[in-house]
């Protein structure tokens, strides 16, 4: 006898290449920023020291334990998120090291100034960040545990925001806003993790109320509008803006939160009269805010005509320009222009800084790599399975691509500057830590994504129950 239903044994489980992708990613990065440095160093007549090779063993360093803990502890995750990020951090590194030497050298400023080490406190907090981003992924196993606590986070999230309006200048103002918390060690820029909180909240709000917001209102002009008792998140994202706004002198923050809680919006719903109501609200707070708050009447006129005011507000857009124009293609080449002409060229114009030495070609690529990050988080949306998961991947991914708008619609007179800085590019501790949090929960969604689903467990079948077959010769 021979039995003719013998269970097969299963099939083996295909091989994760993910992670390896990742792996030659990150070491296609690490060439490309241990090329830049080499090429700065070169054009600022500095000598190859082993300095030089600390900080790429620091930069090589901080990647393998990224990626060792994303293989531990997201192993399905998309492989170009990190490497995305790494070659934005890197390049970000490469030129705040260069503006750092640009400060000792006469030829490159108008008026003599010390020398400065920005880099090295970059790579300091890159370290903290990359920290932040082991322990998020490490404790955040699952992340829908995240819209348990909406309600809390939400409410952290507010908090940060006004924490800097109430507190007095002398510990919260720098440069004219009041987005900071000041404290004799460091200083902390609390909207920066406000940004990431508040999405947490909308996403996990939009999914729980997802039937009030998709039921049809009025139709005016063949659009179906929402009730007056549905706009209440939209409403509250207008006043929260304005607040921030008038309270605290930043228009980058309001208008970032504005955007992404509008955009998050449409995305659950699906439903154009939202964007409509949005931009009527805009328009009708920004009239207001410019008839307020004197600095936004500066900001504008800055944006209308910055030579106007050359030799005072203007002379920060005006210097971007022509930092830009002398970029020109295919720019001075690294090392090689003189970008630290333009105030705050290591935070605010840090793109002015890129597109004045790497030209139209060069700041062609770092967006790039901005649209694969955020393609790929918006891919991450679409694959997974809750729609919870949904609305925070494109939250998360939507929010870099609008910050990056803000900012280089800024620096080139596009639109009014904002004082935002460039996700990962820019110097800065805050933006840096909330961000690679942000990368973070992003990676813990994307593994959701791509995770097989478990085998199901075969019944055990007792020998003695098994059909049974004569077999004859």
């Given at each position: 006898m021979v039995d003719s239903s013998a269970a097969h044994a299963p099939a083996a489980t295909p091989t994760n290449r993910a992670r390896t992708t990742e792996l030659v990613l990150l070491v296609c990065a690490l060439v490309l920023v241990a090329i830049a440095l080499l090429l700065v160093e070169v054009a600022q007549s500095q000598e190859i020291s082993w300095a030089l090779a600390k900080f790429i063993a620091a930069y090589v360093v901080l990647f393998a334990v990224a990626h060792l803990v994303v293989r531990r502890f997201a192993p399905y995750a998309d492989p170009t998120l990190l490497p995305a990020v790494a070659a934005l951090n890197g390049l970000g590194l490469v030129m705040i090291h260069r503006l750092d030497l640009g400060t000792a050298r006469t030829d490159e400023l108008l008026t003599s100034t010390e020398p400065t080490s920005n880099a090295d406190q970059q790579l300091l907090w890159a370290v903290i960040g990359i920290v932040a981003f082991a322990v998020t992924l490490m404790l955040l196993r699952d992340h829908r545990t995240l819209a348990r606590y909406a309600y809390t986070l939400g409410l952290a999230g507010l908090i940060f925001l006004a924490l800097p309006a109430i507190l007095p200048a002398s510990m919260s103002e720098i440069n004219g806003s009041k987005?900071?918390?000041?404290?004799?060690?460091?200083?902390?820029?609390?909207?920066?993790?406000?940004?990431?909180?508040v999405i947490i909240f909308t996403a996990a709000f939009l999914v729980s109320r997802r039937d009030l917001f998709t039921t049809a209102g009025k139709q005016i002009m063949g659009i179906?509008?929402?009730?007056?008792?549905?706009?209440?998140?939209?409403?509250?994202?207008?006043?929260?803006a304005l607040g921030v706004l008038?309270?605290?002198?930043?228009?980058?923050?309001?208008?970032?939160?504005?955007?992404?809680?509008?955009?998050?919006?449409?995305i659950a719903t699906e439903r154009v009269s939202w964007l409509l109501l949005g931009v009527g609200l805009f328009a009708v707070g920004a009239v207001v805010a410019y008839q307020?708050?004197?600095?936004?009447?500066?900001?504008?006129?800055?944006?209308?005509?910055p030579f106007a005011q050359y030799d005072t507000y203007g002379y920060q857009v005006a210097q971007s320009l022509f930092g830009l124009a002398t970029g020109g293609m295919f720019g001075t080449g690294l090392g090689s222009g003189r970008p630290n002409i333009v105030p705050f060229a290591n935070t605010d114009f840090i793109l002015a800084s890129f597109g004045e030495e790497l030209g139209l070609v060069g700041l062609g690529a770092i967006f790039m790599l901005y649209f694969?990050?955020?393609?790929?988080?918006?891919?991450?949306?679409?694959?997974?399975r809750d729609s919870f998961g949904k609305l925070l991947a494109a939250g998360l991914s939507i929010t870099i691509i609008i910050q990056l708008f803000v900012v280089f619609g800024g620096v080139s007179k596009l639109i009014p500057l904002t004082g935002l800085t460039s996700p990962f590019l820019s110097y800065g501790g805050s933006s840096l830590l909330a961000n690679y949090i942000l990368l973070a929960i992003l990676i813990r969604i994307s593994n959701a994504a791509r995770e097989p689903d478990a085998p199901k467990p075969r019944p055990k079948v007792e020998v003695e129950s098994l059909p049974t077959q004569v077999v004859r010769k």
């Open positions: 987005i900071w918390i000041r404290t004799p060690l460091f200083n902390i820029q609390p909207g920066e993790f406000s940004k990431i909180l179906d509008f929402p009730r007056a008792r549905d706009m209440g998140p939209l409403l509250a994202a207008w006043i929260i008038g309270f605290e002198s930043d228009l980058g923050t309001s208008l970032l939160i504005f955007a992404t809680v509008l955009t998050m919006l449409y307020l708050f004197a600095h936004l009447q500066i900001r504008v006129q800055v944006w209308q005509d694969i990050f955020v393609m790929r988080g918006l891919r991450t949306a679409v694959a997974v």
